[in-house]
């Protein structure tokens, strides 16, 4: 039996997988990302895009893509019993502002958001694996020894990690016996994508209440109209077209919509769970295989999303030479995000249930969470000196426009996109020099005799920096220190922990 040997094996060709080995494929990481589905996903499921989630895809070289393939979310129609009806936004909808460039969360369906990924990773030289299923694994001091089967029989595969991004049934989770406790929401929904005339297309249209509520949303960017509806918990549900036909007809009380075709149905069960653990040895989990959620907010895809963006930069630094207590980093800063969505979800899905309140605010947009607590962030700055409203080490980097040295605009994030670590030295006192350079580290002098100028103030005000502050980004997009002595025996130890070394 031949044995195909990669750096990392992904088990699982979703939102969660495709970002990693997206992530992967750019930092020229060796990888196999496999899946048992015999096709890619061809639903809506997960439609909702954050903010944050489109920053990182800024930086994957996704983002235009998405949004040129979508669209916005737009507002809630909701009809009354004598024939009227109210509208409200769908979402907290703000204008791009200079730290955050992404003001409001995108519509694009799961099957588009997919497309979209794996098309930039063919562009990369790389390809999902479908119809490889993930049989069994073993692991070793060294590596991961997994068997694929596929059609033409099974494959040995020798990793030197594993990955389960594999979903809330997850193989990966099974095999590691990780626990994944939680509780049914005793919620039950089906959900559809429809080719459907009779309704304008600008708006989501809704109706009834509680278990009578039928909602008819328009997928952004393509003819269809995914329907959302609950069901009882027990008892078959008629997904054919003439059963949907007619439970559109009965709850909206209208008999000129007419469904023309179903192209993806499911009906599923809300849960909330969150494994025990996300790393056992050189296998983790990601995504659902970590956390399911109620759909309510649109936290599932994005915190997946985000899952990967935290592993991807700590396993290539570990491959390149950094101690591998960084990957412990990774359950610590993810698990306790996840948490904090569940339970955001959660209160969402009480607000739909009990108030029939569908509107999303700023808390689930993902831009105001961060690792404050987390071992990678250090502050050096005075006790005291620093307000509650300023910029901490674990906070997400705000963006800033600025100018080159030689005029040209230039955007903070087409610097820090690069996935390297990033130091940013605020006119400093001294300019860098070639003694001090670290690989894997980019310097970037911020002033008039630096390399970016910051005319109009919006870094110096984004980051609190004074002349002579730094302040060090990580490879994913959060800021690591903040200190005024970058040659401290702190930032000294900071830096080789994380293999940064002179």
Not at 126 to 147: I, K, N
Not at 238 to 266: F, K, P, Y
Not at 314 to 334: C, F, I, M, S
Request: glycine share 12%; with cysteine; charged share 20%.
């Amino acid at each position: 039996m031949n044995t195909i040997h990669t750096d990392i094996l992904i088990c699982g060709a979703g939102a969660a997988g495709l970002t990693l080995a997206l992530d992967l494929a750019r930092r020229h990481i060796a990888f196999l990302l496999i899946d048992q589905a015999q096709a890619p996903f061809a639903g809506s499921r997960g439609k909702g895009i954050q903010p944050r989630s489109l920053e990182i895809f800024e930086a994957l070289g996704v983002a235009d893509r998405m949004v040129a393939a979508g669209g916005y979310y737009p507002p809630q129609r909701k009809y009354r019993a004598d024939g009227g009806y109210d509208e409200q936004p769908s979402t907290e909808a703000a204008a791009s502002s200079p730290t955050e460039p992404y003001g409001q969360p995108l519509m694009l369906a799961q099957y588009l958001t997919e497309g979209v990924l794996r098309q930039r990773l063919a562009e990369l030289g790389h390809a999902p694996r479908y119809g490889h299923a993930l049989a069994g694994f073993e692991q070793d001091a060294d590596g991961v020894s997994a068997g694929v089967a596929t059609a033409d029989g099974e494959t040995t595969v020798r990793a030197r990690y594993l990955v389960g991004a594999d979903g809330g049934r997850s193989f990966v989770r099974k095999a590691l016996d990780i626990g994944f406790p939680g509780e049914s929401m005793k919620a039950r929904a089906l959900v559809a994508d429809l080719t459907l005339s009779g309704l304008e297309r600008g708006i989501w249209h809704r109706w009834g209440d509680g278990p009578r509520q039928l909602g008819l949303c328009p997928l952004m960017g393509t003819g269809l109209f995914q329907l959302q509806m609950p069901v009882p918990l027990e008892g078959e549900v008629d997904v054919s077209q003439a059963g949907l036909s007619a439970a559109i007809a009965e709850r909206t009380g209208r008999a000129d919509l007419m469904l023309h075709a179903v192209h993806w149905r499911s009906v599923y069960e809300m849960s909330s769970r969150l494994a025990e653990r996300y790393r056992v040895g050189r296998v983790f989990i990601a995504g659902d295989a970590a956390h399911v959620h109620p759909p309510t907010g649109g936290q599932g895809l994005n915190t997946s999303v985000q899952d990967a963006w935290n592993l991807g930069w700590k396993l290539a630094a570990v491959l390149g030479g950094a101690p591998d207590a960084l990957l412990d980093t990774y359950e610590a800063e993810r698990r306790a995000i996840a948490a904090g969505m569940l339970g955001l979800a959660t209160r969402l899905l009480d607000a739909a249930r009990q108030q029939n309140d569908l509107r999303r605010g700023r808390e689930t947009q993902q831009l105001d969470l961060g690792y404050r607590t987390s071992s990678l962030s250090l502050d050096e700055r005075p006790r005291g000196a620093v307000p509650p409203a300023a910029l901490h080490a674990g906070d997400r980097a705000p963006d800033a426009p600025c100018h080159g040295a030689a005029g040209q605009p230039l955007r903070l994030f087409a610097l820090l996109n690069s996935g390297d670590w990033s130091l940013l030295r605020y006119e400093p006192a001294m300019p860098s020099s070639p003694a001090d350079a670290r690989r894997g580290l980019r310097t970037i002098d911020i002033g008039a005799a630096g390399e970016l100028r910051d005319d109009s103030g919006h870094l110096r005000d984004a980051y609190g920096f004074m002349p002579g502050a730094m302040a060090l980004i990580r490879p994913d997009g959060y800021v690591a220190a903040l200190s005024h002595n970058e040659r401290s025996p702190a930032m000294a130890a900071y830096l080789q922990s994380v293999g940064l070394r002179s």
